[in-house]
């Protein structure tokens, strides 16, 4: 058993993460925890005003996150998105189903009011580094 001898927080130049008093990612151990992340350009402070672009922006700064803690996609088991806007569904639903093709993490869609009108879609993600270079085994059963 190993001992965990450190917490990494990765902070990502949103205004709010210093604000509200929370990191970007939380790292402990292998296990890497994403708070809810929207589809805002953190250098420029733009948003999209699309779902889908928000939804683009969004996996890059996911994407950017989970590199600077040695990690990418292909690590995420869990995957929790929020469109406020069921007419948006479907198109975001296709980003999400090419960025995630292979990779497959458990998978929660809420359709639920944001922090504010202008925000079309976020995104919270779980990984466990180096989950995308394991074995998988793939099981079907008929529920």
Same mark, same amino acid.
């Given at each position: 058993m190993s001992v965990i001898k450190e917490i990494i927080k990765v902070k990502s130049g949103s205004i @709010?993460?210093?604000?509200? !008093?929370? !990191?970007?990612?939380? %790292? @402990? $151990?292998?296990w890497i925890f994403m708070s809810l992340t929207a589809g805002r350009d953190y250098k420029t402070r733009r948003m999209p005003e699309t779902a889908r672009a928000q939804a683009e922006q969004a996996f890059r700064n996911v994407e950017g996150a989970l590199a600077a803690v040695g990690s990418s996609l292909a690590d995420v088991i869990r995957s929790r998105v929020f469109i406020p806007r069921q007419e948006d %569904?479907?198109? %975001?639903?296709? @980003?999400i189903g090419e960025k995630y093709? $292979?990779?497959?993490?458990? !998978?929660? %869609?809420?359709?639920?009011? @944001?922090? $504010?009108?202008?925000?079309?879609?976020e995104i919270e993600i779980t990984a466990y580094r180096g989950a995308g270079s394991l074995e998988t085994k793939h099981i079907r059963i008929s529920l």
């Amino acid at each position: 058993m190993s001992v965990i001898k450190e917490i990494i927080k990765v902070k990502s130049g949103s205004i @709010l993460e210093d604000k509200e !008093s929370y !990191s970007r990612v939380t %790292v @402990l $151990g292998e296990w890497i925890f994403m708070s809810l992340t929207a589809g805002r350009d953190y250098k420029t402070r733009r948003m999209p005003e699309t779902a889908r672009a928000q939804a683009e922006q969004a996996f890059r700064n996911v994407e950017g996150a989970l590199a600077a803690v040695g990690s990418s996609l292909a690590d995420v088991i869990r995957s929790r998105v929020f469109i406020p806007r069921q007419e948006d %569904v479907k198109e %975001v639903m296709e @980003l999400i189903g090419e960025k995630y093709r $292979g990779i497959d993490p458990t !998978s929660c %869609v809420t359709c639920a009011p @944001l922090g $504010g009108p202008e925000y079309l879609f976020e995104i919270e993600i779980t990984a466990y580094r180096g989950a995308g270079s394991l074995e998988t085994k793939h099981i079907r059963i008929s529920l």
